[in-house]
């Protein structure tokens, strides 16, 4: 078979410890899943998880020191810090106790957000790709291999100032639901990603600011805006 042209390489992600690396087929998101979070956008804390989606491209391997660049079409380019799940076996219909058999991995991981087109797609009734949904819009550190990670600090600075600071255990729905329940609908395969919603105190950054982002026990990640 000869394709009319080749794609570019699949993005992959640094696994703790090893040499291989995590291919990226496709990123899912968690939206308001820490209910202080989901106060400070306005909403009510009680919905059921709702999702949306980046493309692979948007995955940026933070192993080390990286940049990505101010996107356009923006004035309000927020952070957004979040446990990752890797998935690494299939998760079709899984049950709550199952799904974290599925996962490969835990990381640090930046879900990047053009605020002011995310804002205006959700008042306008809008999907929220051009918000959330761009290339480099998904620095995530080195993948650290096991099923399941326990309940810890989650943190982001901007340019040494705490912004972000809470623990995963406030999530509304945990890593195991979140996985069981989009099972339901699709079927998840190695290569997917969860991103497991941001704590409170979203906000935004500007060229030449740097983002720290934690999880105590997981490899933590500097992203420079440039
Ligand atoms: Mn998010």
Known sequence: M?????????????????????????????????????????????????????????????????????PPMTNNFHYEVELVAAIGATLDNA????????????????????????LEAREKGRPWELGKSFSKSAPIGSIKPSHSHPDSQIRLEVNGEVRQKSTTGLMLWNVAEALSFLSK??????????????????????????????????AAIEVEVK
């Open 185 to 218: 609908y699709e079927v998840l395969l190695p290569g997917d990603i969860l991103m497991t919603g941001t704590p409170e105190g979203v906000g935004a950054v500007n060229p030449g600011e740097v983002m720290h982002a934690s999880i105590e026990g997981l």
């Open 95 to 118: 049950s709550v106790e199952a799904a974290l058999d599925g996962v490969f991995g835990y990381a640090v991981g930046l879900d990047m957000t053009r605020r002011d087109l995310q």
């Open 2 to 70: 000869s394709l009319l042209f080749d794609l570019p390489a699949t993005p992959t992600l640094s696994i703790d410890g090893k040499t291989e690396r995590f291919p990226v087929r496709r990123i899912y998101c968690v939206g308001r899943n820490y209910a202080a979070h989901a106060r400070e956008m306005g909403r009510d804390d009680k919905e059921p998880p709702f999702f949306f989606m980046k493309p692979a491209d948007a995955a940026v391997d933070a192993n080390v020191a990286v940049s990505i660049p101010y």
